[in-house]
């Protein structure tokens, strides 16, 4: 029994074959789960495990790593205060402590109804709107105690489900079209091309060769003018083969 | 005021609404350059990116042309766009992928036409929810439109985009580490050498990483031709780039400037840039290209805009993200923060990093809070020394990536340009500005 919905892991599966080595998929995967539970439940790092092909133990030990993946119960809300340089000097201390008792939790905690959790983050790259802001990791706008409290409260009437999703990522939108990727075939394609590269690569360089032995002829004959008009001013525009591209050239521009 | 009339290459389509839809995008230009490239040679293409000397906008400026060169000896199987914009103040990268997703997407096909290469991915932050989705969305349309697939445009050359979503760490903006992360493992920075991915990169393979920005000049520099794009700037820094201004001023933001022909005066002061400090006070100090990089102080504002002229000077560009600080700021506060975030980004393989940013944090955090002695300006200072031998810029290394050497930037700074605060902390028993 999948520990994932139907829904879920038909699209954990479309994941891993976009890769050309499965374990590849595994963060994507762990966005997948936590867009599920919230959080990275025991049941659904097994299976993302099993899906990628590595330990249970893996999977838990790559998550650890990175701040977005939860191994914990979080809120319905992960509510994110950036602190860092530029937010530091908009005022971001002063708004995560008056958030952190408009909670009642400090940074790390969650609220006891289970809606919020608050956390203190590192810069979120929005730093001309300080203090910057992400709920479910969309932004919200630069921040006062005011607007904070009125954030919430929106937060917990409903009114901002439109903006703000529930968790994981690409959530709204999924990927259509494309090839999934073969390693084997990748590395075969690549080395014809390296090979058609290489013929060109030669093309080239005997033309050019075969260009400077033209123009040295020439320099030698450089009395007889029908030779000179032969072999023309710029040898390489004539004489040279230009290397082929590898595809047909496209039918017109867009 | 030096601003020019340089075009916008990256930020031309930012004033429509609608600018990350693909009809907006073919109503603007948008894939004329791909077009234009699949009629070229992947040789060509790669030589007119060449001509353009574009240095790579994550923050290294290593030029992407040089990056690409070596497809000459060895082919390339993987190319991975590098989106996981973290530096703090950073937010260009941000902007470009909500606003204009389309025309990273073509700076990548264009790229990976003049590579060669059959693969790609777009390792885009976590965090960035709606550019996730923006970009997605934006893929969708683009092999809907057949720009991206199998025998693209007609082409006969068939390409597979995948975005990946990343999950929030730092350091996985290093490029070995963003390759671990996309190999599904913990974001550890590999060990050196080899230097470049290109050698040993993405499951063992060739890869090439660029930036987003880098990448987004890609469709101009095809369309208008490498030289155009070389004659803007001035010598290494050629081109226009963005500059993301954060901190006390008026209009804090990302603008697209012409490099090397404008100052950090221009960019902070200039009523249509920066507008000047908030509240009309005084310049203290400002980052000039992210956390990582040395302070500058108020006689250095007259510096032009440009990658060689910083790094004289004694600091870097960067990732092009200018914090500024006025007369109010605390700086040990604002060090104790920066060394904060590098205390808890750090992979934790190397002790010097693992260990020296979490003692230099507390170190910081009592000076800020009052229990600091005199003597513990010394001892930051030796424990940076421990991290970056001499402490100087360009920083000694005794880790396997840079981001250790970055801890000492801005303690460093502070204790060179404002050693009387950090003294003033010490002997008043706490902070002057609270």
Redesign the interface.
Known sequence: MSHLSADLLAQAKDVVA????P??????L??LAQQQDGWLRPEAMSEIAEL?G?TAAEVR???T?????HIEPVGSYVV?VC????C??GGALELLEHAESSLGVRAGGTTVDGVFTLEES???????R?PCV?V????VGGQTADTFDQLLADLRSGALAATVPSHG??V????????A?D?QA??T???A??EA?AK??AA?AAAQAKAAKESAAEAEKVADPDVATVAGPSPSSKSVP????????????? | MARTEAPKIVTARLGYDDSHTLERYLATGGYEGLHKALTMTPEAVAHEVDTASLLGRGGAGFPAGRKWALLGKKPVTYLTINGDESEPATFKDHLLIERDPHQIIEGVLISAYALQVTQAFIYLRGEFALGLERMQAALNEAYAHGAVGADIFGSGFSIDLVLHPGAGAYICGEETALLESLEGKRGFPRIKPPFFPASIGLYGQPTVVNNVETMANIPWIITNGGAAFAALGEGRSTGTRLFALAGHVQNPGVYELEMVKNTFRDLIYDPALGGGITGGNKLKAFIPGGVSAPWFGPDQVDLPLGQDEVGQAGSMLGSGSIVVMDSTTCVVRAAWRITKFFSRESCGQCTPCREGAGWLERILYRIENGAGREEDLDLLMDLCDNISPGVAWPPQQTTICVLGPSIPSSIASGIRMFRDEFLVHVKEGGCPFD
């Open positions: 976009l890769y050309p080595e374990r590849s998929a595994l963060i994507p762990c966005h990628v590595v030990g790559t998550a790593f990175y701040d977005m993946l994110s602190t860092n340089i530029a530091l000097l590192e810069c979120l790259a929005d730093c001309d300080t992400q479910n990791h969309r932004y990522t690409l709204r939108v999924r990927r259509s079209g494309g090839l990727a390693k990748i590395v394609e690549r080395a091309m390296a590269q060109r690569s080239l230009a290397p082929e591209p590898p595809g047909k050239p496209s039918g017109g521009a867009a």
